[in-house]
């Protein structure tokens, strides 16, 4: 006999099911007739066991880490792992103020709340302080307070009674966007006189006492938090009608990093004795000691989670090999987006005790200085003792684009407008892929292609012609020799007239910018040359492993601000060294629904399309060396030369015929005689 | 050897006058669910009881009501909320007529009348059908839709 197989999740596959188990016996025969009582019946109970079986795959789903998809769930079995996932984080900056004039009081105050405002993307940040800051005058006419963190968004607070009656009490903090490690816990166990005792944050139970007053942060339902106290053996448990103050800011996250400019809003107070007086913002001057506010981030996403959980707990919360250092850096600082660790010992030459971590944020470019040190400190209390951590920025090359797309429009209902949308939507998908966006990542012409052709049937010919672009960090006043890989092999006989440029920058010595290039086609060699503005050439700086596609160079610039050298790649997959992080720029595509739509065939039909845009590069504005003496776009000066001769350089008179009363040059091919002489049309070839 | 059928077929040999065919007993479940006084055992409809039931379950079942067979049923109860006309009527035939030749295997029609109660606002609807298979005379089932307020 056939049992009814319930753990199907198809309507008819259970319906037949039941029905192959009914035919077996003899007291009901009209299951197989849909308006018979006993087909209504067969279908009450597939339904039934349909939705049955497909709770309990859920739920089952649900268990595990891997295939749960309900946040509270994810978060319910990090938690079991010791991990807590990351809130959202506040963006921070650190500034120090200085207040003149101040003779005349003892004490300089400065109110907790807003101290900065800001505007980014058309929406106002505040940016706090969290306890009133003073500092005593002692005479002197002007005080500072230096690197206070300012961080954004508002601070609240919410109060509970402790009640022991009900055995269910919980505290949570009633918003989703708090910034967890915001959160301040002060409780007063005697009403009477209002004495507010802090508690500290724990995040594990490692030298916890009973008596320690300590609180712990969960996320629990709905991405809400919950703080949780002692029981008297970890931790100080709560007493009946204590009243327990929780604070906490609300931030904005990553939408409030990368603000460079702000406006002084705090409160400033002048006190002599008890009386306290406001201070004019005139008295005030302040800088911020980064470029831009930094640190802030969403909420950690299912996805991260699922990721980190398991990585978290096998660090078991010590940095000892390189994944710890991963693992407990996305923990520590959650904007970082990908996280490279080497050690130093793996270098040439070898830096023992050292450990580097590279991280390439999610929002902003680069960590800020004042993030890298919050994250040594952080680090310190995982880390082994001897090991020195230096925190890196990534190198990042710009793979830049320009797809071109021939399509028949007969084919497909896409105008050439949805195509542009669809490369667009396929780029930004492709550079988000865990191929393209890591540390080493690779960037494959093949796969570009395909995937623009797989777009839409309609298109029949595509090409993705590209140029590199790295930046680099010039040294102001120093002779330095620079090093630079694009991890490719170079592109040496291109269209274009230099192979590889540099933007124009500034150089010691000489008056007008200049810059690196190196020459393509038949004046090709391997050599970095630099040149002035107009293209006038100076001196040989440095040379080029077309092979390998190193770039060296030693100059001495008179800027701080970075150049790009822009190359074009013979081949074009690339995989790019361990601590680099390509980035794809897009430029706005070609697509035609017609060769005919092109001036120039050749500019769809020829492969080698890599072009770099040499004027736009040059067009770059760049200042000259306003203390140089020499000015190297006028002629050189003819010098002695030490036998006592002087060059003499020939001139030649173009203008009146010379060469028809010159001599005859005898030509034994005489090639004006020969026929069939077909002149080279390839402009670029050397022969 | 036994059949894979246990002894589930227990034909009666009986022919059809006009088209040659044999039918089997059919049994189905009442759902009034009342007990039968000989046996203690559930009520069991049985041949042209368990067809009529069959046929009067297909006309009333709501398009929709059916779990995964949306198409299952007719709209009888939606022509009550349109004017009563010959028009109206001649759909209500048509639907019934319709769910009928798809689901039921067991008759042939031989005729459905609706007769148009507009003083009542309600449709009586007569359905008169052969059991193919079986010598009994015409089959009929009679039901008045009414609005429900």
């Known amino acids: ?687 | 050897m036994p059949s894979p059928l246990g002894s589930l077929v227990t034909r009666k040999t009986l022919v059809s006058s006009d088209l040659g065919k044999v039918s089997r007993s059919f049994k189905d479940l009442s759902f009034n669910f009342s007990k039968n006084p000989i046996t203690n055992d559930v009520v069991i409809l049985k041949n042209e009881e368990a067809i009529k039931q069959s046929v009067k379950n297909l006309v009333l079942t709501k398009i929709g009501e059916r779990p995964f067979n949306p198409y299952l049923g007719t709209d009888t109860t939606s022509y009550l909320f349109e004017l009563s006309s010959t028009v109206s009527a001649n759909s209500l035939i048509e639907a019934i007529e319709k769910v009928l030749l798809e689901n039921e295997p067991r008759i042939r029609l031989v005729n459905i009348s609706v007769d148009v109660e507009e003083d009542r606002n309600d449709y009586e609807v007569y359905i008169e059908y052969d059991i193919i298979g079986l010598p009994e005379e015409v089959q009929s089932i009679s039901f008045i839709l009414v609005r429900e307020s």
């Open chain 1, 1 to 687: 006999m056939e049992l009814p197989v319930v753990s199907a999740l198809e309507f008819d596959q259970l319906r037949s099911s039941i029905k192959n188990y009914i035919r077996t016996k003899t007291d009901f025969t009209d299951y197989d007739f849909e308006g018979s009582n006993m087909s209504m019946l067969v279908d009450v109970l597939a339904y039934n066991t349909l939705y049955t079986s497909y709770n309990v795959n859920m739920a089952a789903n649900e268990l595990n880490l891997d295939t749960a998809v309900i946040r509270d769930n994810v978060v319910s079995i990090a938690k079991r792992l010791g991990y807590n996932p990351n809130s959202y984080t506040a963006s921070k900056i650190s500034v120090d103020l200085t207040i003149s004039n101040t003779t005349n009081y003892d004490i300089i105050k400065l109110r907790k709340g807003a101290l900065l405002s800001a505007t980014a993307s058309n929406k106002n940040f505040t940016f706090i302080i969290r306890d009133d800051l003073e500092i005593a005058v002692r005479g002197r006419s002007s005080v500072s307070f230096n690197d206070v963190e300012v961080i954004e968004g508002s601070d609240f607070a919410i109060t509970y009674v402790v009640d022991e009656s009900n055995e269910h009490q919980r505290f949570f903090i009633p918003n989703n966007f708090i910034d967890s490690d915001t959160i301040r816990v002060f409780v007063i166990s005697d009403p009477t006189n209002n004495t507010e005792v802090e508690y500290t944050r724990k995040n594990t139970i490692v030298d916890v006492a009973g008596s320690d007053e300590v609180f712990f942060v969960e996320e629990v339902q709905d991405q809400k938090y919950e703080i949780i106290f002692g029981d008297d053996v970890i931790g100080r448990k709560l007493r009946n009608g204590e009243i327990v103050k929780i604070q906490y800011v609300i931030t904005n996250g990553a939408e409030a990093n990368n603000i460079r400019k702000f406006n002084f809003v705090g409160k400033l107070l002048g006190a002599i004795g008890n009386v306290e007086v406001s201070l004019p913002n005139s008295n005030l001057s302040w800088t911020l000691n980064s470029d831009y506010s930094d640190g802030g981030s969403e909420f950690e996403s299912i996805k991260s989670i699922k990721y980190r959980a398991p990585r978290y707990y096998a660090s078991q919360e010590r940095a000892v090999t390189l994944s710890d250092y991963e693992s407990i850096i996305q923990q520590i600082y959650s904007n970082a987006d990908l996280v490279n660790v080497v050690g130093g010992e793996s270098l040439t030459p070898p830096r023992f005790g050292k450990v580097f971590i590279t991280i390439k944020p999610i929002v902003g470019e680069s960590v800020s200085s004042i993030e890298k040190q919050r994250i040594v400190r952080e680090l310190r209390k995982y880390k082994v003792g001897s090991i020195d951590v230096e925190v890196l920025d990534p190198t990042t090359i710009d793979v830049i684009a320009k797809p071109i797309v021939l399509f028949d429009p007969s084919k497909t209902r896409n105008r050439d407008f949805n195509i542009v949308s669809l490369i667009t939507d396929f780029i930004k998908s492709y550079i988000t892929g865990i191929d393209f966006n890591s540390f080493g990542g690779t960037y494959s012409d093949l796969v570009v292609r395909c995937g623009i052709k797989d777009l839409d049937n309609a298109i029949k010919y595509v090409n993705v012609p590209i140029y590199l672009r790295q930046l680099v960090d010039l040294i102001n006043k120093v002779e330095t020799e620079y090093e630079i890989d694009f991890y490719t092999k170079l592109k040496v006989d291109s269209e274009s007239e230099y192979y590889m440029i540099s933007d124009p920058f500034c150089h010691s010595g000489i008056s007008s910018p200049v810059f690196l290039a190196a020459k393509s086609n038949c004046n090709q060699d391997y050599s970095v040359n630099m040149y002035t503005i107009n293209g006038r050439f100076i001196k040989t700086v440095g040379e080029i492993d077309i092979e390998t596609g190193k770039v060296t160079f030693t100059i001495q610039s008179c800027q701080n601000t970075p150049i790009n050298i822009t190359v074009i790649p013979e081949i074009l997959d690339i995989t790019f060294g361990p601590n680099i992080v390509p980035q794809m720029v897009l430029l706005q595509p070609i697509v035609v629904d017609s060769i005919d739509d092109l001036n120039d065939r050749s500019q769809l039909l020829d492969d080698d399309q890599s072009r770099i845009p040499t004027e736009e590069i040059l067009s770059i504005s760049a200042d000259g060396d306003a203390t140089a003496i020499i000015d190297p776009t006028s002629p050189p000066p003819l010098t002695v030369l030490p036998g006592g001769s002087v060059v003499n350089i020939p001139v030649t008179d173009t203008g009146t015929g010379a060469a028809e009363t010159g001599p005859i040059v005898s030509d034994e091919n005489n090639i004006a005689t020969i026929d069939d002489f077909t002149p080279e049309t390839n402009p670029y070839s050397c022969s």
